[in-house]
């Protein structure tokens, strides 16, 4: 498995486990990041800090340590 930071813009995956616990869990969870799931990675910041994704329809931006809890296949 490979966390969702590690992602090359332009490549879709499917999320297969999220990482964290409690609050930091529930709250990626939240955003419709779901186990199976399709994510397209849009863009990477030129420093890796934010990563943009397109999930269920709509744009979203993630941290770099919130990406790193996002395993995907």
Known sequence: MTSLKEIQP???????KIGGIGPVKRRIMEMGVTKGTEIYVRKVAPLGDPVEITIRGYELTLRKADAELIKVE
């Open 10 to 16: 332009g490549t879709t995956v499917r999320v297969v």
